[in-house]
């Protein structure tokens, strides 16, 4: 059974920095590609990043680049990522997702503003 738990959200001030991390369990995790989608609040869901199983070339929203950076560690089964020069406009609920199960998790609010 694919498991998937978001953590790391808060309140930030703009310009700060959170990380968010993503548990991974049911799968062998390291075979999977993982991603990241938020969704605020009115909005439809959208991606964030993607990372691939073998460690190719993340992915990255326009929005996000240069400032997102999508991370993982297969000996923790945990696919991180690392938000910095947050903004109002990142407010939303952030998911990890396995793309291939179609599984995801709960979500972690991330909320920014002064």
């Known amino acids: 059974q694919v498991q998937l738990v978001e953590s790391g959200g808060g309140l930030v001030q703009p310009g700060g920095s959170l990380r968010l991390s993503c548990a991974a369990s049911g799968f062998t995790f390291s075979m999977y590609a993982m991603r990241w989608y938020r969704q605020a609040p009115g909005k439809e869901r959208e991606l964030v990043a993607a990372?691939?199983?073998?460690?190719?070339?993340?992915n990255y929203a326009d929005s996000v680049k240069g400032r997102f950076t999508i991370s993982r560690d297969n000996d923790k089964n945990t696919v991180y990522l690392q938000m910095n020069g947050l903004k109002p406009e990142d407010t939303a609920v952030y998911y990890c997702?396995?793309?291939?199960?179609?599984?995801w998790g709960q979500g972690t609010q991330v909320i920014v503003s002064s």
């Open positions: 990372a691939t199983s073998a460690g190719g070339r993340p």
């Open positions: 997702i396995v793309p291939t199960f179609g599984s």
